[in-house]
């Protein structure tokens, strides 16, 4: 054991908390001057005391022997940095995330605690994404001998989870593949499709979609896809007729997402009775399914659309 590190490891520890000798003696049960012997690399803690001393100062056991520890600011700090190089750890998040509102909660901060706590926040995003990730997957590979309806939902799930990552182009290829093995299932066409429209290929889902529709003329949710499609394409006048011609097959769907559609088109090219009736619809929609979410956007947007809001 390197007597000499592990001593300025704790001195250092012990500084960045304001701490006297006699202090951490108290902690750990032992006089201020076997701490000083500590630091001075004369002895070393006995073998049995180093996970508390790791706890207390809240660092692995390999940092008090680490040469060139890294320095940090505060305890919050330090304790971002270790959940940084283990972001399953939620406890040291939490740990953390205590003590930088502490430092909040005084006024007394500056851009680097900022700049730390951004960095305590990004990791713990990277720890949600990777198990929002894993259970996508682990519900995947489930339902593959189901394939129920549920099964093809999460995979349009999975693809749109993917996609605000800048990654939906992995599924590409996967999809393919299924709608190869299985062309007669509808879902193969719709999420394919789906992957297709969440990575900008809109010619490619142009294409899925024609032919899907020959074989399944009057499914919904592919003639909404198609309305979609033209849009992107700016095929205007065919766009508001597929979504026209969705609703028509079902003027109460599931989902309301070809109303949305509609109702963007008629607000984003100047059709502002036509919005508000869509938005009407929207609004009458998520009253019977039972949705709170979304409702205050739409009134306000009812609200913008009415003439004598005008300015």
């Known amino acids: ?42 002895t070393c803690p006995d073998i049995s005391l180093l996970p508390d001393i790791a706890d207390y100062f809240e660092v692995y056991i390999d940092t008090l022997f680490t040469l060139n520890k890294q320095t940090f600011k505060n305890k919050a700090d330090r304790l971002a940095f270790k959940y940084g190089s283990d972001i399953d750890k939620s406890d040291v998040y939490q740990q953390a995330d205590i003590e930088f509102n502490k ?22 995003m990277k720890y949600h994404i ?38 939906a182009y992995e599924r590409i290829a996967p999809h393919k593949q299924m709608l190869k093995s299985e062309p007669n299932e509808v879902f193969n066409h719709i999420t394919l499709i789906f992957v297709y429209v969440n990575t900008d290929n809109y010619k490619e889902a142009l294409s899925i979609c024609q032919n899907a ?10 003639t909404g896809f198609m309305g979609d499609i033209q849009n992107k394409l700016a095929n205007f006048d065919h766009a508001v007729e597929y979504w026209n011609k969705a609703l ?11 109303f949305y559609s509609l109702a963007f088109y008629y607000r984003d090219n100047n059709q502002p009775y036509k919005a508000i009736e869509t938005f009407e619809k929207i609004l009458s929609w998520l009253e ?5 979410d979304g409702k205050r956007f739409v009134k306000n947007e009812i609200y913008k659309l009415r003439p004598h809001n005008a300015i």
């Open 1 to 42: 054991m390197n007597t000499t590190t592990i001593g300025k490891n704790i001195k250092n520890l012990r500084d960045e908390r304001g701490m006297t000798q006699q202090q951490l003696s108290e902690i750990f049960g032992v006089s201020y001057q076997t701490i000083s012997k500590w630091e001075s690399g004369i």
């Open 103 to 124: 430092i909040f909660s005084t006024s007394d901060y500056d851009h680097v605690d900022l700049k730390n706590y951004a960095y305590l926040n990004t990791c713990r």
């Open 130 to 167: 990777s198990k929002a990730e894993k259970y996508h997957l682990d519900a995947i590979s489930m339902g593959e001998n189901i394939k129920d309806e549920t099964y093809y939902r999460t995979l349009t799930a999975y693809i749109l989870f993917l996609s605000k990552l800048g990654r």
């Open 213 to 222: 529709l020959k074989l399944f003329p009057d499914n919904v949710e592919l």
């Open 248 to 258: 028509m097959l079902d003027p109460d769907p599931d989902w309301a997402s070809i």
């Open 288 to 292: 019977a399914h039972g949705y709170r």
